[in-house]
């Protein structure tokens, strides 16, 4: 693979679609796409203002709280009144539990660690939305992302990283369909928070000082606690990496992930272990030490590109997590199903189901589904036949 045909503009210059255009504007009563109603306003667009519903009629009192709940479509409409736009809910229940909710909960069953907003970025806001706004004769859909809308020398849209490196949400955009890249608007991709928050102020929006949600939308509480509710216990062993033995017990490996090391309940408590590998098909928890859990590289399918395939650098960089920094990768093999990438460090405990995402700077290349990377596992022993009280670590 060579280098990009098309480099990254050293200034990159936004793109501005032409106001008066009809755009249908995602709003989550939240501050961001708030302002992001009021800023499209400003710039001469005609803006329609939308909330997805995937709240249950049945939804727990604990679930859906803090963004897409019944008070927060109160408050975006409220916002959109404001603001001067017709708003709308639209119901999209039944895409949610098939394309988020069901998936999440399989992921978990396969010894896997999915990451929902992806999934909810890519089929249901940035695939059905955008479907739904060309029904509603809207060219464009614009959301709160602090994303940037860049378009290149040859008029080519690209993502970039947002201007907010603390709020840059380009991570969860990676699977958004290529050919859509030019109907979608970001107006706070060039702003920080503070910025945001200053703007919602000034223009008197009741949800200038709204805090943001950290969780995950449809979890209540802790998200153990929402697995165990759906996939049922079953009791098996840990064991150690090096030798095969029976170092522990556990209730399912759908309540571990990799990496981890507090909680294990070892019989050997005191020793520091770290999940290595988990596999749903024996019922094994496996564990061992820090440089058992390091990554020389990965694997990922279920890929979607922003570039074309023959574009993709040789030399580029991945984020393996959200909430961590992008790192130095060489592509081994590309197509149109996956890649594999040599790290030019080894990596801590990358996580199946996780996503892999790929960056030339700070333009968004695409990604694909972390893949399991399954160590060489020695013959498991047979446990000892007076087995010692499981103990917290």
Same mark, same amino acid.
């Given at each position: 693979?060579?280098?990009?045909?098309?480099?990254?503009?050293?200034?990159?210059?936004?793109?501005?679609?032409?106001?008066?255009?009809?755009?249908?504007?995602?709003?989550?009563?939240?501050?961001?796409?708030?302002?992001?109603?009021?800023?499209?306003?400003?710039?001469?667009?005609?803006?329609?203002?939308?909330?997805?519903?995937?709240?249950?009629?049945?939804?727990?009192?604990?679930?859906?709280?803090?963004?897409?709940?019944?008070?927060?479509?109160?408050?975006?409409?409220?916002?959109?009144?404001?603001?001067?736009?017709?708003?709308?809910?639209?119901?999209?229940?039944? +895409?949610?539990?098939?394309?988020?909710?069901?998936?999440?909960?399989? @992921?978990?069953?396969?010894?896997?660690?999915?990451?929902?907003?992806?999934?909810?970025?890519?089929?249901?806001?940035?695939?059905?939305?955008?479907?739904?706004?060309?029904?509603?004769?809207?060219?464009?859909?614009?959301?709160?992302?602090?994303?940037?809308?860049? @378009?290149?020398?040859?008029?080519?849209?690209?993502?970039?990283?947002?201007?907010?490196?603390?709020?840059?949400?380009?991570?969860?955009?990676?699977?958004?369909?290529?050919?859509?890249?030019?109907?979608?608007?970001?107006?706070?991709?060039?702003?920080?928070?503070?910025?945001?928050?200053?703007?919602?102020?000034?223009?008197?929006?009741?949800?200038?000082?709204?805090?943001?949600?950290?969780?995950?939308?449809?979890?209540?509480?802790?998200?153990?606690?929402?697995?165990?509710?759906?996939?049922?216990?079953? +009791?098996?062993?840990?064991?150690?990496?090096?030798?095969? @033995?029976?170092?522990?017990?556990?209730?399912?490996?759908?309540?571990?992930?990799?990496?981890?090391?507090?909680?294990?309940?070892?019989? +050997?408590?005191?020793?520091?272990?770290?999940?290595?590998?988990?596999?749903?098909?024996?019922?094994?928890?496996?564990?061992?030490?820090?440089?058992?859990?390091?990554?020389?590289?990965?694997?990922? +399918?279920?890929?979607?590109?922003?570039?074309?395939?023959?574009?993709?650098?040789?030399?580029?960089?991945?984020?393996?997590?959200?909430?961590?920094?992008?790192?130095?990768?060489?592509?081994?093999?590309?197509?149109?199903?996956?890649? @594999?990438?040599?790290?030019?460090?080894?990596?801590?405990?990358?996580?199946?189901?996780?996503?892999?995402?790929?960056?030339?700077?700070?333009?968004?290349?695409?990604?694909?589904?972390?893949?399991?990377?399954?160590?060489?596992?020695?013959?498991?022993?047979?446990?000892?036949?007076?087995?010692?009280?499981?103990?917290?670590?």
């Amino acid at each position: 693979m060579s280098a990009p045909t098309s480099p990254v503009p050293s200034v990159p210059v936004p793109a501005v679609p032409a106001a008066g255009e009809r755009v249908l504007c995602a709003m989550s009563g939240g501050v961001d796409s708030s302002v992001t109603a009021a800023l499209l306003k400003d710039q001469g667009y005609q803006v329609v203002g939308a909330m997805m519903r995937f709240w249950p009629d049945d939804k727990r009192t604990d679930t859906f709280d803090s963004c897409c709940s019944p008070d927060a479509a109160y408050e975006a409409r409220r916002v959109a009144e404001q603001v001067g736009v017709p708003f709308y809910l639209l119901d999209y229940r039944e +895409q949610f539990q098939r394309h988020i909710v069901g998936p999440f909960i399989d @992921e978990y069953s396969r010894g896997r660690t999915p990451n929902p907003c992806v999934n909810c970025n890519t089929k249901v806001k940035f695939d059905e939305l955008v479907k739904k706004a060309k029904m509603l004769g809207c060219r464009y859909v614009a959301t709160g992302h602090y994303v940037k809308r860049v @378009e290149n020398a040859q008029g080519d849209v690209e993502f970039h990283r947002g201007d907010d490196p603390r709020k840059d949400q380009t991570y969860f955009l990676w699977g958004t369909p290529r050919d859509a890249l030019p109907y979608i608007l970001f107006p706070v991709g060039e702003l920080e928070k503070p910025q945001v928050r200053q703007i919602a102020e000034e223009r008197g929006l009741l949800t200038a000082q709204k805090p943001e949600s950290q969780n995950i939308c449809f979890v209540p509480g802790k998200v153990q606690d929402f697995v165990a509710e759906h996939i049922p216990e079953s +009791q098996g062993f840990i064991r150690e990496i090096s030798s095969g @033995e029976v170092v522990g017990e556990h209730l399912g490996t759908q309540f571990y992930t990799l990496g981890q090391k507090k909680g294990l309940g070892l019989y +050997q408590s005191h020793r520091v272990r770290h999940v290595v590998h988990l596999a749903p098909d024996t019922n094994t928890v496996w564990v061992g030490d820090y440089d058992d859990c390091l990554w020389t590289g990965l694997k990922a +399918q279920s890929a979607n590109y922003l570039i074309d395939l023959t574009d993709l650098p040789d030399e580029l960089e991945v984020q393996v997590r959200y909430r961590t920094a992008p790192v130095k990768a060489r592509v081994v093999r590309a197509d149109e199903n996956g890649f @594999e990438l040599a790290f030019a460090d080894p990596q801590f405990a990358v996580a199946p189901g996780q996503s892999a995402v790929l960056y030339a700077g700070p333009r968004l290349l695409g990604g694909g589904l972390i893949e399991d990377h399954v160590p060489t596992l020695p013959e498991a022993k047979a446990p000892p036949k007076k087995r010692p009280a499981v103990l917290l670590s």
